[in-house]
């Protein structure tokens, strides 16, 4: 991070990255600042880093775990567009034992394997600090799912339980064991890819995203893309039993669950579609005029929430 003045938060920073980066070109359709960049062709690509003390420890989780879960972390973006995975590319940079490069890939292609693609090609090179794994998703799709397309009336959803994941950090950084269940959240995050690619295909999903960064904060994106507030009904957010605990669920992030805004009346054929995936799909909120995220209690009180999800440059630990 050195050069990265301190006051630059993590989105100011992408901002700054993506204007020196990107300029429009005919071969994209949609280009940074969405879960993916959509090609013309039909090509969806995303990539994903996860770098030791920031990400994951290997007092957490094993090498293998830590490639599972970044794989998976990178297949979770083309679910959030609707996309079906065609590839993976890995880059992987390690301190001292190479066999933990070794382990960190048989991670990855378990993840890779678990949609039914393959590693096609990466790099590999000795770390003088924390190891490194970035892994590419190439995927594809006739049209995506984007950030953009909430629009107020809509109602707003998200798969599985939310919490688990930072369940666990929050443990293994007070120095105990973390549940089970929420372990497992975070060292084996789920495929949304079947979610995704059925909720595009029957026109369910208008807006879509991944949790990636906490609900609110994840909200926030999906609201400041599509000019909607997202209001949250706090009592309908549903917790993961290894967390227990709503502010984990609204404000913790990598449960890589999906997020996505419906059209109005869509309500039974999304728990119809649910039951069908084995899924639970929760109404967590609707979408309305304004910007921003506000969240609601059982009472109907309002609140306007923190700033919400994990942010690399603002410090202390994941
Ligand atoms: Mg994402």
């Not at 301190?95 to 678990?114: N, T």
């Not at 669920?249 to 728990?271: K, V």
Request: hydrophobic content about 45%.
């Amino acid at each position: 991070m050195d050069g990265i003045p301190p006051a630059l938060d993590e989105n100011e920073l992408v901002r700054r990255l993506v204007s020196i980066g990107w300029r429009g070109s005919r071969a994209v359709r949609l280009g940074p600042g969405d879960d993916a960049a959509f090609l013309r062709g039909g090509l969806v690509i995303s990539t994903d880093m996860a770098v030791e003390g920031v990400h994951f420890r290997f007092d957490w989780i094993s090498p293998e775990e830590a490639g599972f879960r970044a794989g998976a972390a990178a297949v979770s973006d083309l679910a959030a567009m609707g996309a079906v995975p065609e590839a993976l590319l890995v880059s992987l940079a390690v301190h001292g034992d190479p066999s933990v490069a070794v382990e960190l890939q048989r991670g990855v292609r378990a993840a890779g394997d678990r949609v039914g693609v393959a590693i096609i090609g990466g790099d590999v090179s000795r770390s003088p600090g924390p190891a490194v794994v970035d892994v590419v998703a190439v995927g594809r799709a006739r049209t995506v799912v984007t950030r953009g397309g909430g629009e107020v009336g809509q109602g707003v959803w998200v798969s599985g339980s939310l919490g688990g994941a930072a369940a666990a950090v929050t443990a293994w950084s007070a120095g105990t064991e973390p549940d089970p269940r929420a372990r497992k959240r975070f060292a084996a995050p789920p495929d949304r890819v079947p979610l995704g690619l059925a909720l595009s295909t029957a026109g369910l999903a208008c807006a879509m995203i991944d949790i990636s960064d906490g609900l609110v904060a994840d909200a926030r994106r999906v609201a400041g893309a599509s000019g909607v507030r997202i209001r949250v009904d706090t009592g309908a957010v549903p917790v993961d039993p290894g967390a227990g605990d709503l502010n984990l669920a609204l404000e913790g992030g990598e449960d890589y669950e999906l997020m996505f805004t419906a059209p109005p009346g869509a309500g039974s054929r999304i728990r119809a579609l649910g039951q069908e995936m084995a899924v639970v799909l929760t109404r967590i909120g609707r979408v309305e005029e304004g910007k921003g995220v506000v969240l609601e209690d059982d009472r109907g009180r309002h609140s306007a929430p923190g700033r919400g999800g994990y942010d690399h440059f603002a410090g202390g630990t994941p």
